[in-house]
């Protein structure tokens, strides 16, 4: 069957039709790896959510225990609902500024390739030392506001529910922006010239090229980032981890760090695991979602036009 | 990543269609995205700057100066401080870890786009497996560190940096994949089928063609998946106990819960000590990049 579909260009097949027999050989390290240590865990998720153990006892089947009391306990909406927040409001803000930092990004003045290698640097830093850097910061105390006497910047910020929600965002955006900037700078420069100049020759203005040309050809650089922007708040552990703890109370428990507090400090690796069937099946809806906007073809380079 | 490639290339031609004119594109200032980015590069930068001059001040004068003022005496003593407290040794064991996973991810991932490739979409199997790796980029790896922790307690390697080792390489690969692959296929057709007809196996177009010509792409992949796991911080955080296990991140989490850690400037020049090796990795890596572009180019 496939091979009379992909008979249609022979010459590209051929040489397969001699080393076929070596081909899939050379895949197999790499699939070996990813079923062992991701496909195997995978399964495996699902199989501990049914099941109870404290880390140090035995693994008992017990069924739907773990999922009625994850399912009925009200920590739940709040971790799902603090996780929303989070991907919602990092999402509505690395956006638009990522889109317009991209844009100015990419014209073509050398002092522009210099600010992209000063972006760079967030990236380079661990969620860890971010969180760390921001803590001392922010500190109420000793913190930057209190060394320069700004009562603005003199908050109890990781003390208020509010406010702690909101420093996580703000360095999530610290740390993301400057690589969805980056992202957008080379969708914006493979966007064709002659597009700007047909504008440009109908008297078009920048606003005007900016909505009707810049942002429709960098549709799929949106569902890249946003894909990318959406998954991986998900999973957004570390900084929350070393930041707030989940605190103030549980006003920044997100989902992961919810897994994680329920597994390793709770010791109920059952509840946990059901937590990370609910992770993965909503990272899973979420890309096959944004997929389905963008439209194109699942084969087709994730990170074009990146 | 790919951007660098191809934007580069695009450039180059843009560059040369539009003659002497030169290529600057809109004409009128963006002034929206100029104070937007300029604006953020402050954001960006103040808390850098900060981070590196506090490293530089004492104790006392943390809490005295002006925190956005450069220390009048600059003090390498919280260095020094911080490498008396075994931060080599986390180093040595994040280095370590980065090695041990680069190395087989970046091999295997190699292999695995070349075979998917070179073979077309043609063979079910190769199909399948480029399916499951790019589903694995949709799915949160993180939520399957429970059965990852149960699976390395079982093969006795808690607490072991091998045992960090080997889940990293499986989550580093389906990205890596992805990328190389890209590459891979801008490699002009005409030239494996020259390989084919000097008589070359695939093993030898692999490494003879196929890995020289896409090196930009495998040295990009390499310093992504070497950030990635130098910064981890979820896995040791899980899958290590002992304080000697430690790799950076987690030490620099320690270092600031313990008692140094109201000692803010040397809390700082840890953070410091950790992005040096990633700044040279990224200094020397970016310039690899450029050199394999015109090294492609200037034939």
Redesign the interface.
């Given at each position: 069957m496939?091979?009379t579909t992909?008979g249609r260009?022979p010459s590209?097949?051929a040489?397969?039709a001699r080393?076929?027999g070596?081909?899939?050989?050379?895949?197999l390290?790499?699939?070996l790896?990813?079923v062992?240590?991701?496909?195997?865990?995978?399964?495996?998720?699902l199989l501990?959510s049914f099941t109870s153990w404290d880390t140090l006892g035995q693994i008992k089947l017990t069924g739907l225990e773990s999922w009625r009391s994850v399912l009925t306990d009200p920590g739940l909406p709040h971790a799902l609902w603090v996780t929303f927040l989070i991907t919602a409001l990092s999402w509505a803000f690395q956006t638009p500024?990522s889109i317009?930092?991209g844009?100015?990004?990419?014209?073509?003045?050398r002092y522009r390739e210099l600010?992209a290698?000063?972006?760079?640097?967030?990236?380079?830093?661990?969620?860890?030392?971010i969180?760390?850097?921001?803590?001392?910061?922010l500190d109420p105390n000793?913190?930057?506001g209190a060394?320069?006497h700004i009562d603005l910047l003199t908050q109890d910020w990781l003390g208020e529910p509010g406010l702690a929600l909101g420093v996580v965002v703000f360095v999530v955006s610290?740390q993301f922006?400057?690589f969805h900037s980056?992202?957008y700078?080379?969708?914006v420069?493979?966007v064709p010239?002659s597009l700007?100049e047909a504008a440009?020759l109908d008297g078009a203005g920048?606003v005007r090229?900016f909505f009707s040309i810049t942002l429709p050809q960098l549709k799929y650089t949106i569902i890249t980032s946003s894909?990318l922007m959406i998954?991986g708040s998900?999973?957004f552990?570390?900084l929350i981890?070393?930041l707030t703890e989940g605190g103030p109370g549980d006003a920044t428990r997100a989902l992961?760090l919810d897994?994680?507090k329920r597994?390793?400090q709770a010791n109920l690796?059952g509840a946990?695991?059901v937590?990370?069937?609910i992770?993965?099946l909503v990272?899973?809806a979420l890309?096959?979602l944004l997929r389905r906007l963008g439209g194109r073809d699942?084969?087709a380079?994730?990170?074009?036009?990146? | 990543m790919t951007a660098t490639h191809t934007s580069a290339g695009a450039e180059r031609a843009a560059a040369r269609t539009s003659g002497r004119r030169p290529a600057s594109a809109p004409q009128r200032p963006n002034w929206l995205g100029g104070l937007v980015g300029w604006l953020w590069l402050a954001v960006v930068i103040i808390p850098i700057y900060w981070i590196v001059i506090t490293s530089l001040k004492t104790q006392t004068n943390y809490y005295l100066t002006n925190p956005l003022l450069p220390p009048i005496d600059p003090t390498l003593d919280n260095y020094r401080l911080v490498l008396q407290l075994d931060f080599p040794l986390y180093f040595l064991n994040s280095l370590l870890v980065a090695v041990g996973t680069v190395i087989p991810s970046v091999l295997f991932a190699f292999m695995a786009a070349y075979a998917i490739v070179r073979s077309g979409g043609a063979g079910r199997f190769l199909r399948a497996v480029n399916g499951l790796f790019l589903m694995g980029l949709a799915i949160p790896l993180q939520a399957t560190v429970i059965p990852i922790y149960l699976m390395i307690i079982k093969l006795h390697l808690y607490d072991s940096l091998l045992g960090l080792i080997l889940p990293s390489v499986a989550f580093a690969i389906p990205l890596s994949v992805l990328v190389l692959a890209n590459f891979i296929r801008d490699v002009p057709k005409e030239l494996f089928e020259s390989m084919r007809l000097d008589g070359a196996t695939e093993w030898m177009t692999l490494w003879r063609l196929a890995f020289p010509l896409t090196r930009p792409a495998v040295v990009t992949v390499s310093i992504y998946n070497a950030l990635t796991v130098w910064n981890g911080f979820l896995l040791p955080l899980i899958l290590t106990q002992s304080p000697d296990k430690r790799t950076l991140p987690l030490a620099l989490a320690a270092f600031q819960g313990g008692p140094y850690g109201v000692n803010v400037p040397a809390v700082l020049a840890s953070v410091v000590l950790t992005i040096l090796p990633m700044l040279v990795l990224y200094t020397v890596g970016r310039r690899q990049l450029l050199s394999g572009l015109t090294a492609g180019f200037g034939k």
């Open positions: 496939s091979a992909a260009t590209a097949v040489p397969e080393g076929g070596v081909l899939p050989w050379l895949a390290p790499a699939l790896a990813f062992a240590f991701a496909v195997l865990p995978l399964i495996g998720v501990l500024a317009l930092i844009v100015f990004l990419a014209g073509r003045q600010l290698v000063l972006y760079f640097i967030p990236l380079l830093l661990s969620s860890a030392a969180a760390i850097t921001y803590k001392a910061l000793f913190g930057l060394g320069l610290w922006i400057p980056l992202l700078q080379g969708g420069r493979q010239r700007y440009e920048r090229m894909t998954v998900l999973t552990f570390d981890f070393v992961a897994m994680y597994g390793f690796m946990a695991c937590i990370g069937v992770l993965v990272g899973l890309a096959l699942p084969n380079s994730q990170l074009e036009g990146a | -």
